[in-house]
């Protein structure tokens, strides 16, 4: 598989010295969705976190539904076809109904009630994998008791920036009769086409990051968000299919990756994890985890007119130094 770019030279006149400006912009085809992304000079357009988020933290806390003594009090349970109990724990994970749906089942899972101030370096593989088993625990349930519902992905929007209205920090599950946008294309491409994908980036090296065991990692060749990196795990094409082994294996590299982030001077994300219908033949367990602006007074949003409204990626940190950058940590 050939990974297609095209490089675009913008022209200027220097307001200050009359000279020509040049500026290269690499315009790169995703190879699977097919939609394109611009990777343009470092410019500074995310600067690393310079804000108190502890203090943040301490502002929203009290009243936070998620905290202890109010979670069980103020969120939704589950409804009893589906989860007897109500809600789902593993270890500190507690699983609950999600007041704002956005599909027909829709949940919220936090890492711990007692986790408000979660900043990205203290996400340990076992924090993480809790959370992630109450998730896939909740996608066997929905799946079992209403077989149509058979699209099932787990997400996060962590930390304001990335769309998440309530400062704790959580995943989300949706379970639906229908896809979304891109879990369609994803689940509609032919297999092959992830097996060239990896075989290509394997063989270039620039920016596979590496493999887990069952999961492989790699910066995306053309990312919709900044310093996106892409995971496909063989075995299971469902969360609902994810075994224990996998769950960990899942949960490690998503430490590891969000440990470089930190370092990178970023604290908000967006984690998705396509889920195609369980049996779904040569389909590898799709996972898209970027990280966004920093939250601080009169940000920068990294989600522009590009993003939105054109499909189209512009983003300055080239997924090569991504690589550099967190590469060392799969490899270590
Ligand atoms: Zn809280």
């Given at each position: 598989m050939e990974l297609r770019r095209e490089l675009l030279i913008a022209e200027m006149i220097d307001p200050g010295t009359g000279e020509t400006i040049r500026t290269t912009i690499d315009v790169r085809t995703d190879p699977l969705t097919g939609h394109s992304s611009r990777i343009l000079p470092?410019?500074?357009?995310m600067p690393a976190i310079d804000f108190d988020l502890a203090a943040l933290a301490r502002q929203t806390?009290?009243?936070?539904?998620?905290?202890p003594d109010r979670i069980e009090r103020l969120t939704p349970r589950l409804m009893p076809a589906i989860v007897p109990e109500g809600r789902i724990t593993r270890g500190e994970a507690v699983l609950f109904a999600n007041l704002?749906?956005?599909?027909?089942h829709s949940s919220v899972s936090v890492?711990?009630?007692?986790?408000h101030y979660l900043p990205l370096?203290?996400?340990?593989p076992e924090i993480l994998a809790d959370n992630l088993a109450t998730q896939v625990a909740f996608a066997k349930a929905v799946m079992a008791a209403e077989?149509?519902?058979c699209w099932a992905s787990i997400n996060a929007n962590h930390m304001?920036?990335?769309?998440?209205?309530?400062?704790h920090p959580h995943m989300q599950g949706i379970v639906d009769s229908i896809p979304t946008t891109v879990q369609r294309m994803l689940a509609e491409l032919p297999p092959q086409r992830f097996c060239d994908y990896l075989d290509a980036e394997r063989r270039s090296s620039e920016r596979y990051l590496g493999n887990t065991g069952r999961v492989e990692w790699l910066a995306s060749f053309?990312?919709?968000?900044?310093a996106e990196l892409r995971a496909f795990a063989a075995g299971?094409?469902?969360?609902?299919?994810?075994d224990e082994d996998l769950i960990a294996e899942l949960a490690h590299g998503l430490a590891l990756a969000l440990g470089g982030y930190a370092q990178m001077g970023f604290q908000s994300f967006n984690l998705a994890i396509y889920g195609a219908?369980?049996?779904?033949?040569?389909?590898p367990l799709n996972l898209r985890l970027a990280c966004r602006s920093n939250p601080r007074p009169l940000y920068r949003s990294d989600s522009t007119f590009l993003e939105r409204l054109h499909w189209e990626g512009a983003v300055d940190l080239a997924p090569e130094a991504v690589a550099r950058q967190i590469g060392e940590r799969f490899r270590g």
């Open positions: 470092e410019r500074g357009l806390e009290p009243g936070c539904p998620f905290c704002h749906a956005y599909s027909s890492y711990s009630p007692g986790l370096d203290d996400m340990t077989p149509r519902s304001l920036p990335s769309g998440s209205s309530l400062f053309a990312p919709i968000a900044p299971a094409c469902s969360p609902a299919e994810l219908p369980p049996g779904t033949e040569g389909y």
